[in-house]
């Protein structure tokens, strides 16, 4: 069993995302703010209606609704075109397979058949007239009347749902979500319990209740309860005694901590505590169909990452995990083929990509690809002295380097294309800088099949006679400028370009660090905006 | 044809059909059934045999009413095509007449009494339009759910459910009919679709299925419950029927079917403890805890005392049957619900056509 497509609307971050899911391993990845959390924990809500573990309609608060939505939904009240209040709707998409078929049905957004549940947190018709009190008064309005709506949950067939009712079992593992050790224990224990078989719990159960029996028929305790016993009367008529809590709250989940070689949970360190409730969760929920997880990077070092991605990928085996991650590591270990890159509308996977390209990239380290994909713009170029000169000239231009203000410049080598071909299915912002090698419109005629796109920008200079960046570099400060920043003395241009195009990287690098201005080349100042 | 083993067992009353029907539901774990009955009361009759039979109901079977089924398989999945609002319920009632002048092209009006209520005699046409309407998916949808529908007290299927019911009949899911057109004394279904097969004459909708190979009828003729005595006398009801053979062999000196006289009554109901059974609550005083006729389907008791209603008595009298529709299908069912023996009272001057006036010895 496993998900093929999640639909959400208006939950959180997400105003309308729509993504598509493989069988096996997802890697989400995208940026800080493109929901990747969301993602999960609105696949999590659909499929258990369970919010931060507990049944959504407790958890209920007027930020669950997109805040874009929320203020459509103000403003068109108060310009007096009022709207209906804005609702949440989460549809996930299963795969059929005869357990699942009893989900099936055409209840859904698309009123397409097939197998899903979905989700939604409307407002509720019985409340019209509180609701007509409400939006009275539009310029008081400054929320959504969370109070007065409801959670549906259904399956595509229009059935009511309930936990055990979607034959799809789920585990969100959200340990860096976890803040204080209560929880934290809280939800160790809650795992344990899963891990338990019936009939170890029921010696858990059985051992801890004898054991606070033993608690009474200590012999101190007896004296105790003996000496309170004479109390009678002073602070009540009943009698006054002491006893363990034998109410059903409390059970031994209240009572027991679990410990690591003998040391409380809470206090081993931050990383092994992560470790151990990734490893924990994933051994629990050994009869779940799908693993919901993220950012298993936090709080662990290189080596210990490296050892919970092998354990990952090999309890994983069979079923559905979606894990976010902000690591390029976690990213090559996992498969970037799996990666999905998520942009808070919806996901690109490799599958979508050209199948050479596809292929380029499974051999190619990943991070490159991150980083292309979480920049808000990139200016790709060729090598290491191409970025250096566009790193200088954009801390010229805008006083600070590139990164700081979001740019990656990357040096690709001459796989342009590989890269254009991502950048244009997230419609990325994506700048060229390359030589034209003597032959721009050759060059430029390489690039011909992203004219179209609009986030693409393509700068190659039309000089055939600088056919790379050093030329173009003496032939934007001459010969005297250049001398004086490289500390060099060459008296023609072919010789002071033979020796920067034999020094590339010490030469560029030197240009980088001088503290004199140096003239940016056009075309690569165009690129540098 | 026939070889999804579509089939419509017609049995006597007290054959044991309900159990049959359990049984068959619950033996085979690898069938995925959905075992179905037309009322709560039968639905709670079969849930109790499964749990008196096998301890539980296996997760194999899915025990519900028929128009749970109806929403939960055929109109809810696909209700889009048609009707966008959930239908969360069935109305009962009789639709007014005021709202039966619609057309169907008018889906909301036509089938719904408030946009979540469905009219229940109208339930399985808005099914049956959501199948066309889409192509077949609710079929093609249960086929991937249930291998085996079980039908229990098939009888009181009437209108559109019998069109349901053909389509499943030409799907991939096993059908299987219970019920004896009998007993078919449950009307809420007064749609006039496919008037002409209701109440016993279903079995004119059986026979047309079979003749299409839609189905094969098989009967259970003998009867777990009542001495042969009662079967032969509740034979003379439906004359066409196969012979019901008792397989109850008990004696007990008072066996049988007998005549009661008014003025006897209170004496054999002291000597025999009889359930009283009336065909309604008019017509005088009773003795004991009457139960209507209809209400009494399903039940058994050791010995029963009827309270006949005139036409029942006229038959007595002549020995010709007049009766039809329920006022014969109900005396049917209350003249079966004895292992041992049913009285019937008659007025004390009566001279009886058919059966013998019991006299006490002293």
């Known amino acids: ?529 | 044809m026939t070889q999804s083993g579509n089939r419509v067992v017609l049995a006597a009353a007290g054959s044991g059909k309900t159990t049959a029907a359990v049984k068959l539901a619950c033996e085979n774990p690898e069938k995925r059934t959905a075992l179905i009955t037309y009322t709560l009361n039968g639905r709670n009759e079969l849930e109790a045999r499964a749990y008196r039979e096998f301890g539980a109901i296996p997760p194999q079977v899915n025990i519900s009413t028929w128009y749970t089924f109806v929403l939960a398989h055929f109109v809810r999945p696909y209700q889009n095509h048609l009707h966008e609002r959930r239908v969360d319920t069935i109305n009962f009632e009789r639709a007014p007449a005021s709202r039966r002048r619609f057309r169907k092209s008018q889906v909301a009006r036509y089938y719904f009494s408030s946009a979540a209520r469905i009219w229940s005699d109208r339930a399985t046409d808005f099914a049956c339009s959501l199948i066309d309407e889409t192509g077949g998916l609710p079929v093609s949808r249960i086929q991937g759910i249930f291998d085996r529908v079980i039908v229990d007290e098939a009888q009181d299927l009437a209108g559109w459910d019998l069109e349901l019911i053909e389509h499943l009949l030409k799907s991939a899911v096993e059908v299987v009919l219970m019920g004896d057109h009998r007993q078919a004394t449950f009307s809420t279904n007064d749609n006039p679709k496919n008037r002409q097969f209701s109440g016993e004459k279903i079995i004119d909708k059986f026979a047309a299925w079979e003749r299409h190979g839609l189905v094969q009828t098989a009967h259970q003729s003998h009867s777990h419950r009542c001495v042969q005595g009662i079967c032969d006398f509740a034979d003379q009801f439906f004359p066409d029927c196969e012979p019901t053979t008792s397989q109850n062999q008990a004696f007990t000196g008072h066996d049988g079917v007998y005549l009661i006289r008014q003025a006897d009554v209170k004496r054999y109901v002291e000597t025999f403890a009889p359930q009283t059974l009336q065909w309604s609550k008019t017509g005088g005083a009773r003795v004991g805890s009457p139960l209507n006729f209809g209400d009494s389907k399903g039940m058994t008791f050791e010995r029963v005392l009827i309270y006949p209603h005139a036409k029942f008595r006229e038959f007595l009298g002549s020995g010709r049957m007049e009766l039809g529709g329920q006022s014969k299908t109900k005396t049917y069912v209350a003249m079966t619900r004895a292992r041992q023996s049913v009285a019937i009272v008659v007025p004390n001057n009566f001279t009886p056509k058919v059966g013998e006036v019991f006299e006490f010895d002293n």
Not at chain 1, 8 to 17: E, G, P, Q, T, V
Not at chain 1, 22 to 47: F, H, M, P, Q, R
Not at chain 1, 175 to 201: G, H, W
Not at chain 1, 390 to 413: D, T, Y
């Open chain 1, 1 to 529: 069993m496993s998900i093929i497509r999640a639909v959400i609307k208006n939950y959180r971050a997400l105003k309308s995302a729509d993504v598509r899911f493989l069988n096996g391993i997802n890697v989400v990845v995208g940026d800080n703010e493109a929901g990747k959390s969301t993602l999960l924990e609105a696949i999590n809500l659909a499929l258990r209606g369970q919010l931060n573990r507990r049944a959504v309609q407790y958890e209920l608060h007027p930020f669950l609704i997109n805040v874009d939505a929320v203020s459509e939904f103000i403003e068109a009240h108060r310009q007096g075109n009022p709207i209906a209040p804005p609702k949440i709707s989460i549809e996930v998409f299963l795969a059929e397979t005869p357990d699942v078929a009893v989900l099936r049905g055409s209840m859904n957004s698309e009123k397409v058949d097939a197998c899903g549940v979905s989700l939604t947190i409307c407002f509720d018709e019985a409340f019209q007239a509180e609701f007509t009190a409400y939006v009275a008064d539009p310029e008081a309005l400054n929320s959504v009347p969370i109070e007065y709506y409801k959670v549906v949950w259904e399956s595509f067939a229009g059935a009511s749902l309930s936990a055990r009712s979607i034959p799809l079992k789920t585990a969100l593992i959200d340990p860096s979500n976890i803040s204080n050790s209560y929880a934290a224990n809280k939800y160790v224990l809650e795992i344990v319990r899963d891990y338990l078989t019936k009939p170890q719990s029921v010696a858990l159960a059985l051992a801890y209740r004898s054991m606070r029996g033993e608690f009474e028929d200590d012999a101190r305790i007896k004296e105790i309860n003996a000496d309170l016993a004479a109390k009678q009367g002073v602070v009540s008529d009943k009698v006054l005694s002491v006893a363990m809590d034998t109410t059903t709250r409390a059970s031994w989940e209240t009572g027991v901590l679990p410990h690591l070689s003998s040391i409380p949970l809470t206090l081993v360190g931050k990383g092994e505590q992560n470790s151990v409730k990734i490893k924990l969760a994933i051994e629990a929920a050994e009869s779940c169909d799908l693993f919901l997880m993220e950012e298993p990077e936090n709080h662990l070092s290189h080596t210990n990452l490296g050892r919970l991605v092998s354990h990952l990928a090999e309890r994983c085996k069979g079923k559905q995990l979606i894990v976010s991650t902000h690591s390029s590591f976690v990213l090559n270990k996992l498969g970037i083929d799996r990666v999905m890159m998520f942009n808070g509308i919806n996901a690109v996977t490799l599958d979508d990509l050209p199948a050479d390209t596809k292929s380029y990239f499974q051999r190619l380290p990943g991070h490159d690809t991150l980083r292309l994909i979480l920049a808000s713009r990139s200016i790709l170029v060729e090598g290491p002295s191409d970025e250096l000169i566009v790193q200088k000239g954009f801390r010229q231009r805008h006083g600070s380097l590139p990164l700081e203000q979001g740019v990656e410049v990357i040096a690709v080598g001459t796989s342009f294309k590989r890269f254009l071909d991502i950048a244009r299915l997230l419609q990325l912002d994506v700048s060229v800088v390359r030589d034209n090698d003597g032959d721009p419109d050759g060059k430029k005629a390489l690039f011909v099949d992203y004219e179209a796109d609009e986030t693409i920008h393509i700068h190659i200079d039309g000089d055939a006679n600088a056919r790379t960046l050093e030329p173009q570099l003496i032939k934007a400060n001459g010969l005297q400028k250049l001398n004086q920043m490289l500390g060099t003395d060459f008296t023609n241009k072919a010789e002071m370009s033979d020796h920067m195009q034999a020094n590339k990287t010490d030469t560029a690098l030197t240009l980088f660090e001088s503290s004199d201005a140096l003239t940016i080349p056009g075309y690569i100042s165009d690129a540098i905006r």
